[in-house]
């Protein structure tokens, strides 16, 4: 039986002409989540396929002007790959999409008792799946479309870099990284129900998410694009992209499906943490608890 899902009597207002203010920022997610938690699985898995190819696209174009970003200021390259990452996230919001790591501020309809836990993990398990889907369908075509011998192979062997740095990372660092990544993901989905107009939703995502990435925080859906893609490379690159790099695969043995597996694992708890406790819950405990039902 459909699980019936209880809708929100208080509807969010603006309170002035060009943006939200945040209690009704608070209504507004609340709205949002109940109306996840509704949708039927085929659509739920779809728009996590989308968000995850958002989300890869937004690293293939980290990946592509990152390369050669040597000789700059070390922070430099980090800033511009933030910039243009935060390109996945404009699409995921604008676009309509639904991505795990954004879906994280459900917990806020969830304890307002708007839907079930049972409801909140359904949705957050089926976006999950689609965003695996899609960001590792996107790592197969990237592949497929030889991009990784792109510039002499510096595409690819800048890819193979940010995968093995990944999957080198021990746990309780990675952990914390991941946490403070979905802190700051989860402020721009915040930030977005501010606005009112596609490009206030992009002035307010773009800072949080260039500011994650050139910290070098760890997002699990991006890193299902990042991992794929580089141990794709590794393992079935042809000889003459070696040659072009001047190395072999030995040099990334970091770089294996057991440490990409970890790296995914822990982000994931990490980035639920971040963004469920540390945002969403904050933010309901502020504005939405003492509410009348």
């Not at 879906?103 to 965003?131: E, F, H, K, P, T």
């Not at 192979?153 to 990284?177: C, D, E, H, R, Y």
């Not at 393992?235 to 294996?256: K, N, Q, R």
Request: charged residues 10%; aromatic residues 8%.
């Amino acid at each position: 039986m459909k699980e019936e899902i209880n809708q929100p009597k208080h509807q969010p207002e603006a309170t002035i002409a060009d943006a939200v203010m945040p209690p009704d920022m608070a209504l507004a997610c609340e709205v949002a989540g109940t109306v996840k938690a509704g949708r039927d699985a085929a659509t739920l898995i779809v728009l996590g396929v989308l968000a995850g190819s958002f989300i890869a696209l937004g690293a293939v174009f980290m990946t592509v002007v990152t390369t050669g970003g040597s000789d700059l200021p070390w922070g430099v390259p980090r800033l511009l790959g933030g910039l243009v990452f935060s390109t996945g996230l404009i699409m995921v919001i604008v676009g309509g999409a639904e991505l795990f790591t954004g879906d994280s501020l459900m917990i806020v309809a969830c304890a307002s008792q708007r839907i079930s836990i049972a409801a909140l993990l359904r949705a957050w398990g089926l976006v999950y799946g689609g965003n695996i889907i899609g960001a590792v369908g996107t790592a197969i075509l990237i592949y497929l479309s030889g991009q990784h011998g792109f510039n002499i192979g510096a595409v690819g062997k800048n890819a193979l870099s940010i995968a093995s740095a990944k999957a080198s990372l021990p746990t309780v660092q990675l952990l914390f990284l991941a946490v403070l990544c979905n802190v700051l993901v989860c402020l721009a989905v915040w930030m977005s129900f501010a606005a009112k107009s596609i490009s206030g939703k992009v002035m307010v995502i773009v800072p949080p998410i260039t500011a994650f990435v050139a910290a070098g925080f760890e997002h699990s859906i991006a890193n299902l694009y990042f991992l794929p893609y580089a141990l794709l490379i590794k393992s079935c690159a042809e000889p003459g992209f070696w040659s072009a790099i001047g190395e072999d695969a030995s040099v990334y043995s970091m770089l294996t499906l057991g440490n990409a597996a970890h790296n995914v694992v822990v982000s994931t708890i990490g980035n639920l943490i971040g963004g469920s406790l540390m945002v969403g819950a904050v933010y309901w405990f502020v504005y939405l608890r003492s509410r009348k039902a």
